[in-house]
T-cell receptor, first 119, second 111 residues
Framework: GAVVSQHPSWVICKSGTSVKIECRSLDFQATTMFWYRQFPKQSLMLMATSNEGSKATYEQGVEKDKFLINHASLTLSTLTVTSAHPEDSSFYIC???????????????FGPGTRLTVL | KQEVTQIPAALSVPEGENLVLNCSFTDSAIYNLQWFRQDPGKGLTSLLLIQSSQREQTSGRLNASLDKSSGRSTLYIAASQPGDSATYLCAVMSGYSTLTFGKGTMLLVSP
């Protein structure tokens, strides 16, 4: 149980285009989802926290107009990289958190990640 | 601001050796600490989670300890195998479910 999927697993796009990445909790409802970015040989950096039905909370230095996050349901959050540029190339990982009291409450379950390459 | 440091950054050992990976964090006000494994180009696999009230957790050949007051955790891997080769990440949860990750220790176990 507690499986999180991401789609696509990898994507290559041209500079200036927009890319949407989906994060789904397959067998549980996630009131909160998190989006991370990982550059080569670097740590995972939290980009934003997404709560179902409300606006995402972005970490300092993350452009909310560039990285659009939508958490439309308890099992789906999307990250759209708008007008992507080569410096946005990275590994994007989402995680989903179960409601408090269920399976440990504050455990984050991670997706397999999406490799974005912007040419 | 919470900072997590992992030492060493890379480690190469022959198969069969026991080894210790270290993690330290600057703010001891944490809810839990988690060790993950990450294979190249892949997502995270949770290995062990230690709640702030616990001192250690064990799973198979893995043992993780937590000394919250000193801001340290260790991951002990017994009888290492080539399949253990991966990057090991330490992460602490503080604030409202916010995870802060270290940069990881890249482990190579040679046959």
């Amino acid at each position: 149980g507690a499986v999180v999927s991401q789609h696509p697993s990898w994507v290559i796009c041209k500079s200036g285009t927009s890319v949407k990445i989906e994060c789904r909790s397959l067998d549980f409802q996630a009131t909160t989802m998190f989006w991370y970015r990982q550059f080569p040989k670097q740590s995972l950096m939290l980009m934003a926290t997404s709560n179902e039905g409300s606006k995402a909370t972005y970490e300092q230095g993350v452009e909310k107009d560039k990285f659009l996050i939508n958490h439309a349901s308890l099992t789906l959050s999307t990250l759209t990289v708008t007008s992507a540029h080569p410096e946005d190339s990275s590994f994007y990982i989402c995680s989903a958190m179960t409601p408090s009291g269920f399976r440990g409450g504050d455990t984050q379950y991670f997706g397999p990640g999406t490799r974005l390459t912007v040419l | 601001k919470q900072e997590v440091t992992q030492i060493p950054a890379a480690l190469s050992v022959p198969e069969g050796e026991n080894l210790v990976l270290n993690c330290s964090f600057t703010d001891s006000a944490i809810y839990n600490l988690q060790w993950f494994r990450q294979d190249p180009g892949k997502g995270l696999t949770s290995l062990l989670l230690i709640q702030s009230s616990q001192r250690e957790q064990t799973s198979g050949r893995l043992n993780a300890s937590l000394d919250k007051s000193s801001g340290r955790s260790t991951l002990y891997i017994a009888a290492s195998q080539p399949g253990d080769s991966a990057t090991y990440l330490c992460a602490v949860m503080s604030g409202y479910s916010t995870l802060t990750f270290g940069k990881g220790t890249m482990l190579l176990v040679s046959p």
